[in-house]
Structures are given as C-alpha cells and as structure tokens.
C-alpha cells in the first residue's frame, strides 16, 4: 500500500532552520510529485510548494520563496523540505501529499509534523 | 485571507443534505475543472474526497458529490451522517499566482 512517512516532531529557535523529511513506499516513487502543505494551529490548509520527483523540478510559493527548499533523493524513495529563517508564525504542522503529475489532486498524504518554534 | 472563499461552517441534520460552496475567480476555480475536495478530522491528516470537480476516487461514498458552476465550485454531501462531521476544504490551480490556493475551510456539524 502507499505510505508516506515523515520524520518527527522539532523544536526550533527563531531564526533557525528545520528539516522535514517525508519517506515513499508503495508506489513508484519518480512517477508522482510531492508537494508540501502546512497547517498553523485552528487555522486552514496552505500550499508551500512541490517537487515533480522525476526530473527535480520545483515550484514554491510566492510567500515561501527564497525561504524554502525541497529536494529528494530516489535512492532512498524520500522527500526532503528545509524551511529557513523560522518565526513564530511558522509553528505549524507540515504535511507532504503525493501528487500525479499534471493534476491537483493529492491521493496520499503523510501524517504530519509539528514544527514549533520558540525560544 | 484564503484566495478561495469557503463558509466558516454548516450544519445538517442526518439523513440530510448539505452543499459547501468554494467560491473563486475566472483566473482559478472559473477556469479550470481541477477543484478538489479533503476532509480532515481533528488532528489527522486530509483526505482527498473529490478531484477534478466531479471525480469521486474509489472508495469514497457516493454520497459526495461536486459541481461547479463559474466561479464557484461545491461539495454536495447526501444522506448526513455523524461520521461526516469534519472540516472540509477545497484546493483549485490559480494562474495569477501560477500556484495552488486552498479554501479556508469548512466545518460541518451533524446536528
């Protein structure tokens, strides 16, 4: 069955960076995209930006860029999103979803991790 | 402010229907059959409920249907039941931004 795993729960200071990386099995991973969506707590869904797996083409947010970075590495079926010069406003929890390519569809989704971020 | 616009929240009866509108422009939801629909229930993750406006994926009730027309896409939801109480959002392409842009959510409670 296809799963999305990712890493677990940071802390981070303001002004730090955080990794959060998102595992594939179950499918073939360079045949999709991954894209990533966050969730601020009591609040809605927001779109961060993807990665088309195949060939590492990335598209981010306007809001995001320059801020955020998503890479993957096919030898090991696994999404990886750095997000730079935390605030406050990014505690958050971070999904990564699957994506085939030339829809908007997300078919599976990862379970989730809450980055907080606070001195 | 969500670039999609959803109703903070609706209500139903089981056994009811109810429809969730996502209400958009001609450079998004007017402009393409690609809206889709998640449902989310507290702390877990969405789940994808409808795609391309109107295609139910296997496994999801046909209960649930979408529709659109101009500007605005929707989520019908036939024959409520308790477990449909969750939050619901829509997710369409936006040329103006060349991005994706979500609604702001819905929550639906079974009276």
Redesign the interface.
Known sequence: QVLLVQSGAEVREPGASVEVSCKASGYTFTSYAIHWVRQAPGQGLEWMGRIVVGNGDTKYSQKFQGRVTITRDTSASTTYMVLSSLTSEDTAVYYCARNPVGTITFDYWGQGTLVTVSS | Q?ALTQPASVSGSPGQSITISCTGTNSDVGSYD?V?W?Q?YPGK????MI??GTKR?SGVSNRFSGSKSGNTASLTISGLQAEDEADY?C???ASS?????????TKLTVL
Not at chain 2, 45 to 48: F, R
């Open positions: 969500s690609l889709s998640y989310q993750a969405p789940k994808l795609y391309e994926p959002y997710c369409s392409y931004s060349n991005s994706l842009v979500f609604g702001g959510g």
